[in-house]
């Protein structure tokens, strides 16, 4: 039997949600050097929204192992003299992007041979853009997941005067699937016409808005009998996302009397999106996912286009509309030229989409030398931000772990892994459950 040509390749993915977990681990296989043989270690940050089993089965990425971690933890096992990883992939909030490159870069001094970092977002970019952008600064690779993005990045980096050359274009590394088709009827007898609503943990926030959106749902539900409504679910109660969500649409349904062709759907998207003819959403990465397939994509105007919504995003699009424009029939058809500039590859060149970060992986791993991590925020560029950052993951300013940190030089004990499942799980009832309550009754 001949011997394999492939190179073998170790990245670390450490994620801090079931979202996140999706984005890292998948774009960890899309940039990886062609011929890898990869090893895939997960590295699950402990906190509120960690994924539970289900989550991680839904994403449907296997790693060779997976485990929780602290951030200290993670340090501590990168920081090993005999590490063995390639690359290190960071998929977390800007905040924790930026305390574990110092605590790397603190872990690897006097290194000459390092693992490549790489960081990025999950989806598009609408909010917060200068903050998260320089929280991520110090990586080797900063991934934007559009040409906009790229353009949009690099022009912050270098208005700041920080190095740019971090910043590479590719793609969502979650598109796929088939090209949609019409319906037709003698090719899938049976099939209804199916009207996916995407929902989204926290947009919109309120109650109000929350139970006008299922109404509108179930409404058209009723209105077109012969159509299947379904309302696509991130979580089942007691879960938790990248966002807290503290009014699940399963407990406002359960006041609802929704008709038969109306159905709660939990799952993989791509699956969904397999039987979907009209994806509606707010403003979720799930339209990004439609628009790649090219499904009609609504992105509601009801509650108007704005920045707290995200839907301001698709301002261009030819996507926005609202319930009754759908109810009356409306099918939208998305601008190309809009669609072009979002990392959507609708036009068949998604798999070219990630050579650029390849060759630039490719180039820094034949490296005999890489430079320290050098991230924008230092204690002297920002004094006053970055010790707080650094803090709540128990780092001090130079990136070293801070005086009685926990569990930062030997691994946890089952008493204490005990503990923090149990105070994870009290949070996550004080979100859901308490903290509504104490809210509505300041309210009245």
């Not at 993915?13 to 960890?28: C, E, H, M, P, Q």
């Not at 990425?61 to 290190?88: H, I």
């Not at 109810?327 to 809009?338: F, I, K, L, N, Q």
């Amino acid at each position: 039997m001949p011997a394999s040509t492939s190179k073998s390749l170790r990245v670390a993915v450490l994620a801090d949600s079931d979202t996140r977990w999706k984005w890292g681990s998948l774009t960890a296989n899309r940039i990886s050097p062609a011929g890898s043989d990869i090893r895939l270690d997960g590295f699950l940050l402990r906190g509120r929204a960690t994924p539970t089993a289900r989550q991680l089965e839904e994403v449907g990425v296997r790693a060779d192992s997976l485990r929780e971690v602290t951030a200290l933890e993670f340090l501590r096992e990168l920081g090993k003299e005999d590490d063995v990883y390639d690359v290190v992939v960071l998929a977390l909030v800007g905040g924790a992007v930026q305390a574990v490159l110092h605590g790397l870069s603190r872990a690897w001094e006097g290194r000459a041979k390092r693992p490549l970092v790489v960081t990025g977002y999950v989806g598009v970019v609408y909010e917060k853009l200068a903050d998260g952008l320089l929280l991520r600064h110090g990586a080797d690779l900063v991934l934007a997941n559009s040409r906009q993005d790229a353009d949009r990045f690099r022009a912050v980096y270098e208005g700041v005067g920080a190095d740019a050359g971090s910043v590479t274009e590719v793609a969502l590394p979650f598109l796929g699937g088939a090209a949609y088709a019409e319906h037709d009827p003698s090719a899938q007898p049976g099939r209804p016409y199916t009207v996916v609503f995407a929902a989204q943990p926290s947009v919109p926030e309120s109650r109000k808005d929350r139970t006008y959106l299922l109404d509108r749902l179930i409404g058209h539900a009723r209105l077109h009998p012969d159509r299947e409504v379904l309302l696509k679910l991130r979580s089942k109660p007691g879960e938790h996302t990248t966002h807290i969500e503290e009014l699940p649409y399963q407990k406002l349904v359960q006041k609802a009397d929704p008709p038969a062709n109306f159905r709660l759907v939990y799952g993989h998207m791509g699956e969904v999106l397999d039987r979907t003819d009209l994806l509606v959403t707010i403003s979720s990465t799930a339209a990004l996912e439609s628009l790649h397939r090219r499904i009609p994509t609504v992105v509601l105007s009801d509650l108007g286009v704005r920045e707290a919504l995200g839907n301001h995003h698709f301002v261009g699009s030819g996507c926005l509309a609202s319930w009754d424009q759908l109810d009356a029939g409306h099918r939208p058809v998305s601008d190309p030229e809009w669609v072009a500039r979002q990392g959507v590859a609708a036009d068949g060149s998604y798999e070219t989409a990630f050579d650029a970060a390849r060759l630039r992986i490719t180039e820094l791993l034949a490296a005999d030398e890489l430079p320290p991590l050098a991230p924008y925020y230092t204690p002297v560029t920002a004094p006053g931000y970055l010790p707080g950052i650094l803090a709540r993951h128990h780092l001090g300013p130079d990136g070293s772990p801070l005086p009685g940190a926990p569990a930062a030089d030997r691994e946890p004990s089952p008493v204490r892994q005990f503990v923090r499942r149990a105070a994870r799980g009290a949070y996550r009832h004080g979100v859901q459950r308490v903290a509504p309550v104490i809210r509505r009754m300041g309210e009245l």
